[in-house]
């Protein structure tokens, strides 16, 4: 069985994953957000997420012009209560959307156009919003 550590000490030893020094912000939030499928508890997920979001909003501090850090915080905003997948922490949902289309925006040569529209179908599927998200 494994032992559990107090949230504040994960988000402090980096949720004890190896992240190289010289990994990017983005690349970091990146490989916090593959460990959170495998987190059950939802205090843990959410404290991931946290962290996670943490990195990509300095990542667009130092990278105004750049989709990815809006792409990738659109998809931590939409982590979830394992209990409840359909929807998003309350607001978050929205603020995914909001980043999209700000990730939309920036994305001036359409190299993120799939993954934008991807991601923006599935989020406002979950605000019930079903023919926009088509």
Do not use: K, W
């Not at 105004?64 to 922490?89: F, G, K, N, S, Y």
């Not at 994305?107 to 799939?114: K, L, P, R, S």
């Amino acid at each position: 069985m494994r032992s559990r550590l107090p949230i504040g000490a994960l988000l402090l030893a980096g949720v004890c994953l190896p992240l190289p020094a010289r990994a990017g912000l983005i690349e970091r939030a990146e490989q916090l957000v593959r460990t959170i499928p495998d987190q059950r508890d939802r205090e843990h997920r959410f404290a991931i997420a946290d962290q996670a979001e943490a990195l990509c909003e300095q990542a667009i501090r130092e990278r105004p012009r750049d989709p990815a850090p809006h792409i990738v915080l659109a998809r931590i905003l939409t982590v979830a209560d394992p209990a409840h997948p359909e929807v998003c922490r309350p607001h978050n949902c929205e603020r995914a959307i909001a980043e999209l289309t700000e990730a939309r925006r920036l994305d001036g040569g359409g190299a993120e156009a799939q993954r934008i529209a991807a991601d923006l179908g599935l989020v406002l599927s979950r605000t019930g919003a079903y023919e926009q998200a088509l």
